[in-house]
Structure formats: C-alpha cells, structure tokens
C-alpha cells in the first residue's frame, strides 16, 4: 500500500506517546516486523551466526525424523515445515545469501538420510516428493543467479554435495529429466543467464508442481 505525502505528515504531526501505542499495536499484529525489528534493534548476533544456527536446527530435525520415514509425502511435509523456518530468517534478516544456501542444506541432508527409503519407493509413490525437490533446486537456481558473483562462488561446494546425493536416487534423476532440469545447471557457472525465464516457461507448461 502506498501512501500519500498528506497522510504521512500528518503522522509525523503526532506526539511521541501516539507513536509509540500505534507501532505497539501495529507490531502484535504483524509478528515478522516485530522479528525484524528486534533484530535489528536489540539482537547482537550476525546475519551468519543466525544462519548458522539454523543450519543446525535444520540439521538436527532431519536426523530425528530419519527414524521415522513413512512415505515420500511425508518427508515432503517435513521439508515444508523446515522451509518455513527458512523463511522466516530470511525475513527477519534479509539474508538473500543464506536463503538459496540453507534451501540446499536442506535437500542435501534429506536425500543423504533418507537415499535408502526412497530407492524402495516407486515412481508414483516418490513423484510429488521429486517434484517439490526439482522446483526447490530451480528456485535456489534463480536465487544464486541474481546474487554478486563472488557469492555466486560459495555455493560451489554444496552444489557439488548436492549433486552427489541427488544421483544416489533413481526415481528423481527420472524426475529431473521429466522437468527440464540439466544437472549441469547446478554448478555456480553453469547457471543460464535466463533460468528465471525457464522456469516461468516450464511452470506455464505444467511442470515443476
């Protein structure tokens, strides 16, 4: 929503007590800008100490559910929740780098844990799930492309890490094809100018969901 120059001067007309009952309850009915707002007022840790942590929760949640594989869409679920976490860092951060890298930490560890269970699941059985993991690799794909290339740089690694799990799995290899995904692409120079325009085509042709 945009604002028009009148109505924001008359808010800078209001006494401070206003202000501050206004942004209060502004601020508990939107929990992501009081996140960011907190962040950047009052917590002392760093972008990359938030990411780290993270990382780790990230890492810690799939090894517990490791032990309770039950289908390949409930692993999907899972990856869900995990997203939204993700999300929610990015938004109270800003952190475009560890968006697209905690994405890729997440695949990574999931295809490592869970490589056996998913070889013994069909085609059918494992297509959503596949799906769901080739359109998160295109939107990290995207997300890499528009970030400076230095950083475009760190993500080798775990391009590599990912790609190495992902050969592990039959079914979603045959899901890569399917989509339009050339493993090639992941590799931080071997990212086409126009990924974001492929994926858009593909999504319009129904694929990638």
């Known amino acids: 929503m945009k604002f028009d120059q009148d109505f924001k001067d008359a808010l800078a007309q209001l006494p401070n007590k206003e202000k501050d ?8 009915k939107d929990i992501n800008l009081t996140n960011q707002l907190y962040f950047e007022l009052l917590d002392t840790r760093s972008v990359e ?4 942590s993270v990382k780790q929760k990230i890492q810690e949640s799939l090894k517990y559910r490791s032990n309770h594989f039950y289908s390949p869409g409930v692993l999907m679920m899972y990856l869900r929740d995990i997203s939204g976490v993700i999300s929610e ?16 930490v997440m695949l990574i560890h ?3 844990i869970n490589s056996a269970n998913l070889n013994q699941c069909s085609i059918g ?6 799906t ?3 359109a998160r690799i295109f939107r990290i794909l995207t997300q890499v492309k528009a970030l400076h290339e230095d950083l475009q740089l760190d993500f080798q690694e775990v391009f590599e890490q990912l790609v190495s799990e992902m050969i592990e799995i039959q079914t979603l290899m045959d899901a890569t094809i399917y989509h339009g995904l050339d493993m090639n692409w992941i590799d931080y120079q071997g990212i086409p100018e126009n ?5 858009k085509e593909l999504r319009s042709r129904g694929y990638l969901k």
Not at 49 to 52: P, T
Not at 125 to 130: L, Q, R, Y
């Open 21 to 28: 009952k206004l942004i209060l309850r502004l601020l508990k």
């Open 49 to 52: 100490e938030l990411r780290n």
């Open 89 to 104: 860092h990015v938004s109270t951060t800003k952190d475009k780098f560890g968006e697209p890298y905690l994405n890729c």
């Open 110 to 112: 999931a295809l490592h």
């Open 125 to 130: 059985e494992s297509f959503k799930f596949n």
């Open 132 to 134: 769901y993991v080739v």
């Open 195 to 199: 990924i974001a325009f492929i994926q």
